[in-house]
């Protein structure tokens, strides 16, 4: 199995971004399960799903140092939704006349993905400094905070919980890959593929023309939340109830709540958070997200 990963995971990873980071989430899970069966499948998910991230064109460098700085310089953009409303108004996108795989006809979402992905941008396909300066393992810790504050600024967002689990999928792919190059460009399409996805949820998960429009979260909040979190650590003492929303809830409570919940995503984000708490120094950032549940989306009149 070791020789299969090494062999077809590099050019799979070229395209994590599609059904929603799933494929991705499916072929790292089951590398973190040890699940032969389940990476098979998962590879079998890439195959057949992928979306590629990779540039048609060299695009510029992005001179950030963190992950956080690139949100941060995504969130100091002007008009992103009005790019992303043009892009699928484009003739070109229609599902209808495109080379789109014809079951993301009337995905909603899967479908804005692809067609931001297709169109290009440098925020989207520009390289950030930081996935070749650093570290790996500092990559995938900078990851992890940046999305986990992106998260918290839209508290139980449906989509962006995909990225607190895709990141957990991109860990143990980058961690079953030899070659640190292979590591460094899975990184990159990863990061990629998330951006994209979350500008397309700029537009909120089933939009229609006419709709309010969400907007990707501002750069103030999330630098508001860098403060408020980055040296937050949980001291043993439990959280303050009548502070609930602000200081979550503590993890006994949490896993007795995702054992019982009927949104499956729900167990999956205690999951990812609790197991980055004890490693990150109980910081606190990662038990607040995990009391954020997610709500099932209702599709009964939308394609999703």
């Given at each position: 199995m070791h020789k299969t990963l090494q062999t077809y995971l590099p050019e799979l990873m070229q395209g994590p971004a599609a059904a929603l980071l799933h494929s991705l989430i499916h072929t790292g899970w089951a590398?973190?399960?040890g699940n032969r069966t389940m990476?098979?499948?998962g590879m079998a998910y890439l195959a057949f799903a992928n979306v590629s991230c990779v540039p048609a064109s060299p695009q510029p460098t992005l001179e950030d140092a963190t992950p956080l700085e690139t949100l941060v310089r995504i969130s100091k953009t002007r008009k992103l939704e009005e790019?992303?409303?043009?892009?699928?108004?484009?003739e070109e996108y229609d599902p209808k006349k495109s080379l789109f795989h014809p079951e993301l006809e009337g995905t909603g979402l899967q479908l804005r993905v692809a067609c931001l992905l297709a169109e290009g941008h440098p925020?989207?396909?520009?390289?950030?400094?930081w996935v070749d300066r650093m570290g790996i393992k500092e990559i995938i810790h900078q990851m992890y905070y940046a999305?986990?504050?992106?998260?918290?600024a839209q508290p139980g967002d449906f989509v962006l919980l995909h990225a607190l689990t895709g990141m957990w999928g991109l860990e143990h792919i980058v961690e079953s890959l030899d070659d640190e190059r292979d590591q460094r460009n899975a990184i990159a399409h990863t990061w990629t593929a998330i951006v994209a996805t979350a500008l397309g949820n700029t537009l909120g998960l089933f939009y229609k023309p006419?709709?309010?429009?969400?907007?990707?979260?501002?750069?103030?909040?999330?630098?508001?939340?860098?403060?408020?979190?980055?040296k937050r650590i949980d001291?043993?003492?439990a959280p303050d109830k009548s502070k609930a929303q602000e200081d979550g809830k503590p993890w006994a409570v949490l896993f007795k709540k995702a054992l019982v919940d009927r949104e499956e995503h729900n167990p999956k984000l205690v999951y990812v958070m609790n197991r980055l708490w004890p490693r990150n120094g109980r910081q606190a950032l990662y038990r607040v997200a995990a009391s954020h549940f997610t709500e099932t989306p209702k599709i009964s009149t939308t394609k999703s």
């Open positions: 590398l973190d399960a990476e098979i499948e790019w992303v409303l043009k892009v699928l108004g484009k925020l989207i396909h520009g390289r950030p400094l999305l986990t504050l992106l998260y918290l006419g709709d309010n429009i969400p907007g990707f979260p501002k750069a103030a909040i999330l630098e508001r939340l860098h403060a408020t979190w980055e001291d043993g003492k």
